[in-house]
């Protein structure tokens, strides 16, 4: 971030009416005693300002998840606060707390945040929707009774080198997800791309036998080498462990050392299914081989489940063909933006549960880590995507910028069993660049295409267990004659005939002359839907009035089209509720409102008409 600040000087806190909020934000820790692993929330007790903060009367008091644009966009002015803006946070350490290794995890700040430790700039992270890690004990004072100063600055402006561009959301800025105080022994799992340090495979499921692989990195970071146990447990569904092993490791001092564990099959396991969630869970404990204390611990549930998509005959799951019918959601609800606590994540994936959907798109962007591991619990097979939407900059830093994404968002998620799909660009030709440059827009189109390739590539090494999917808007021919059919392994069409284009039947026209002529490519409906205003009721219900009516008759009849066609894995309603908008000037300003729940999550009458579907009928085939 190519910013200048002026430094936060400590002596601003000398104030008495800072010295009053000081009182408040000032945060100790002494759970020393703990061996392994401590995480801490550091939710509490922030100090805010609307700019770079050179004053401290500009501050003021705030807890996490925060988002300054939750208020801006709640009034009929248009345009929200894009700029940067600081936090600040005092910290006392405990002394005993010498000798670990101490590191902030932020699980997403939006969208460039830069971190400083007693005025030190310590860390920096580009990209709004993936978390990051930074190691803090060096810059740390842990005498009694010093205290740290940790200030984070934050960005959303308009970046033309970070993913999104432009997009039919609002960009909320703000340290909106949950922040953490790491601490850890010297030896320890790897922390990199703030990622589990574990990473859970189940490369071979029947219902006979599951085997599980478990590779990762160990981090000696201390001055001298170390021998160490590793002890792997594997718990099933009933917590009962069904499987143990262990193994000595010789760990060089300042280095990593990888780790591969393989556990003995497990026969006859419980098979993971939306219907079925059934979770084991695996413990991988690092402990001294002296002295038998526990050095570092981690926890993964485990998913024994085996699916693949067919381009004629959809997705299958355990063996059985198995339609995928959910919705996408954006993290967003009414009067607080995206900064919404866990609760929130997990309510609306109950209501998407309770409406018989079985598949969630996590759309645009990876959200909160409370998202995935709520669909592994209640059972919702997922896909997640970096937000690369409308368009891209030709420029090696966007490249660059998309390809950390797409790796962060792997390595965050990788061990969730509800995950099946990597995405990596929405509509990317919609806002297309260049008209009425042929040449030039000719070699735009190709530098997309060779972005779309790169992050094939990447994800697939990244990856090999997953799918990977794009999903296009319905100019056919652009995406096409582009290559960008071709690239990916799933096709996603974002269809709004009889919303935005033509009329309601033209959707299922597409539909099969698409797989006329791309008859080996499996193919999902990533988006359809129609504007609904809960207060519009219509007897003679047409395209464009928003009415309940008009909503129902458009899902109703996409609903039947992707049921009765074999050929379409998955139908994905766009969105599972109403979200912030910025840019749109509707019955609902600045809302979209296509949402089967409205913003604050009551349900819409399309709502209760894919429960009395899903949940009656044996729709949904296993
Ligand atoms: C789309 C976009 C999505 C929009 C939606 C709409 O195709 O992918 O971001 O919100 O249409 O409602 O226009």
Redesign the pocket.
């Known amino acids: 971030m190519k910013v200048n600040y002026k430094k936060v000087k400590s002596s601003h806190f000398g104030h008495s009416v800072c010295m009053l909020i000081l009182m408040m934000v000032f945060q100790s820790f002494d759970s020393v005693g703990q061996v392994g692993r401590v995480k801490t929330s550091l939710n509490h007790g922030w100090q805010f300002s609307r700019t770079i903060a050179s004053d401290s009367l500009e501050w003021e008091a705030v807890n996490l998840p925060h988002t300054w644009n939750a208020q801006d966009v709640m009034d009929d002015k248009p345009g929200y606060h894009r700029a940067v803006c600081s936090y600040r946070k005092e910290l006392q350490i405990d002394s005993r707390w010498k000798g670990k290794n101490l590191f902030i995890y932020f699980e997403g700040a939006n969208q460039v945040a830069d971190l400083l430790v007693n005025g030190k700039k310590v860390g920096s992270h580009t990209g709004g929707y993936t978390g990051f890690i930074v190691r803090v004990d060096q810059f740390l004072n842990f005498e009694e009774g010093a205290r740290n100063e940790i200030v984070v600055y934050v960005d959303n402006r308009h970046n033309e080198n970070i993913p999104p561009l432009s997009?039919?959301?609002t960009f909320f800025g703000g340290i909106y997800r949950d922040v953490f105080l790491i601490a850890t022994d010297r030896v320890h799992f790897s922390l990199d791309h703030a990622a589990k340090g574990i990473y859970v495979t189940t490369p071979r499921v029947s219902e006979e036998e599951a085997s599980l692989h478990i590779s990762g990195f160990l981090e000696n970071t201390s001055e001298k080498d170390q021998r160490v146990r590793l002890k792997t447990t594997l718990r099933n569904p009933d917590g009962k462990v069904i499987g143990e092993r262990t193994s000595l490791a010789n760990l060089r001092k300042g280095s990593q050392t990888p780790l591969v564990l393989n556990m003995p099959n497990v026969q006859k396991p419980k098979l993971w299914s939306p219907e079925s969630p059934n979770l084991y869970h695996v413990l991988v404990q690092v402990l001294d081989a002296r002295s038998n204390t526990v050095l570092d611990e981690i926890s993964s549930p485990v998913g024994f489940r085996w699916f693949r998509f067919d381009a004629k005959t959809g997705f299958h799951l355990n063996g059985k063909p198995y339609k995928l019918i959910g919705a996408s959601r954006h993290q967003d609800f009414k009067g607080l933006g995206n900064a919404l606590p866990d609760s929130y994540a997990i309510q609306d994936l109950k209501l998407l549960k309770a409406m018989g959907g079985n598949f969630l798109r996590v759309?645009?962007y990876p959200q909160d880590p409370a998202v995935l591991e709520a669909c592994d619990r209640l059972g919702l097979l997922a896909s997640v995507e970096i937000p690369v939407?409308n368009a891209i900059t030709e420029t090696e830093e966007f490249y660059q910028n998309c390809r950390s994404m797409q790796v962060e968002m792997i390595r965050q998620n990788f061990n969730h069993p509800s995950v099946i799909i990597w995405a990596y660009m929405?509509?990317v030709l919609?806002r297309m660049k260049f008209v009425g440059q042929p040449e030039r827009q000719k070699i735009y189109i190709s530098n997309v295409a060779k972005l779309a390739r790169e992050l094939e590539e990447l994800t697939s090494k990244e990856d090999p267990s997953r799918y990977t999917m794009l999903?296009h808007?319905g100019d056919y021919t652009r995406y096409k004659d582009a290559g960008l059919l071709d690239i990916p392994m799933i096709t996603g069409w974002?269809l709004?005939q009889g919303?935005?284009s033509g009329n309601i039947a033209g959707f299922a026209g597409f539909m099969d002359r698409f797989h006329q002529e791309y008859p080996d490519k499996p193919v999902v409906v990533?988006?359809y839907?129609a504007?609904a205003d809960p207060r519009i009721r219509s007897l003679s219900a047409e395209r464009f009035d928003k009415s309940m009516e008009y909503s129902l008759d458009y899902h109703e009849i996409y609903l039947k089209a992707i049921m009765d066609r074999p050929f379409i894995a998955a139908g994905m309603a766009?969105?599972l509720a109403d979200?912030n908008?910025e840019t749109r000037e509707e019955t609902m300003p600045h809302i979209?409102n296509?949402g089967l729940l409205t913003i604050d999550r009551k349900p819409k009458d399309i709502y209760r008409f894919y429960q009395s579907k899903l949940l009656s009928a044996p729709f949904i085939q296993i």
Do not use: P
Request: no cysteine; glycine share 4%; charged share 20%.
């Open positions: 997009a039919d959301f759309a645009h939407v929405n509509e919609l999903a808007h974002n709004y919303w935005y990533t988006e839907g504007d766009w969105n979200f908008s979209n296509k």
